[in-house]
């Protein structure tokens, strides 16, 4: 008797189904299968999905159409509203690729500075008027640069100042001193008078014509040609 309660209990056992799990993962193709759907309704998003799936392609965020977008500023617009509080202003040609290494750098440093206002001479938009009647020609000479009170200073003592304004005086403080000073003027007039044949261009007189013709060709009434 007893054998046979012990046997109808085990297969009482046996027989009666176990609650299927929530979920089961599929070892052969890992797909995921839903037995007990949930209990409660799924609740609906008050906002649309940050994420969308389309078909045929991965993830992708979803743009939200609300927010602003940000003003394009060109780089021309954002330097001159950088540098609208300028110190001095830096004369220099655009067409010398190893003066624009310089510039370059000093245009870089003064991002965080703004004391620098950068005038490119051999742009044809280049005005003496606004820069101390200073006309190419006389720009092209050697290295000019204008302090915000109208001074006009140039060769080493423009490079030093330049510097100063950008936190790196220490490259120049040496030739404030004399004979220092003088030493390093003449190397840089050097430098000056060979630049063009340096960097493989023409002769200034070759380069004025050039600029002379392309003014004639642009300008209609030859009192608007600025050279």
């Keep these: 008797m007893a054998s046979r309660l012990a046997a109808s209990a085990s297969t009482s056992r046996l027989s009666r189904p176990k609650n299927p799990p929530f979920f089961s993962l599929s070892h052969r193709n890992f797909t995921l299968n839903f037995h007990n759907p949930p209990s409660h309704p799924p609740r609906s998003n008050a906002f649309p999905p940050l994420f969308i799936r389309k078909p045929g392609y991965q993830w992708h965020v979803r743009a939200i159409s609300e927010a602003a977008a940000e003003p394009s500023i060109s780089n021309k617009e954002r330097e001159a509203e ?3 509080d300028w110190k001095i202003k830096m004369l220099y040609d655009g067409d010398c690729p ?7 750098m000093l245009r870089e440093r003064n991002k965080s500075y703004g004391t620098i206002k950068f005038v490119d001479i051999s742009s044809d938009d280049y005005s003496s008027e606004e ?9 092209m000479g050697r290295i000019h640069a204008i302090l915000s009170d109208g001074t006009v200073i ?3 003592e423009a490079f030093r100042r330049l510097y100063e304004q950008v936190g790196l005086g220490w490259v120049y403080a040496i030739t404030k001193y004399e004979p220092v000073g003088k030493v390093a003027d003449s190397i840089y007039g050097i430098w000056a008078k060979y630049r063009l044949q340096i960097t493989g261009r023409p002769p200034i007189e070759e380069i ?7 003014g004639d060709e642009v300008c ?5 040609c600025k050279m």
Excluded: H
Excluded at 98 to 104: A, D, H, I, T, Y
Excluded at 131 to 139: R, V
Excluded at 220 to 224: R, T, V, W
């Design 154 to 156: 140039t060769d080493v």
């Design 220 to 224: 209609k009434d030859s009192n608007a």
């Design 131 to 139: 820069n101390q009647g200073l006309d190419y020609e006389t720009a």
């Design 98 to 104: 190893l003066c624009m290494r310089e510039v370059n």
């Design 208 to 214: 004025l014509e050039a600029r002379k013709k392309k």
């Design 82 to 84: 950088s540098t609208k």
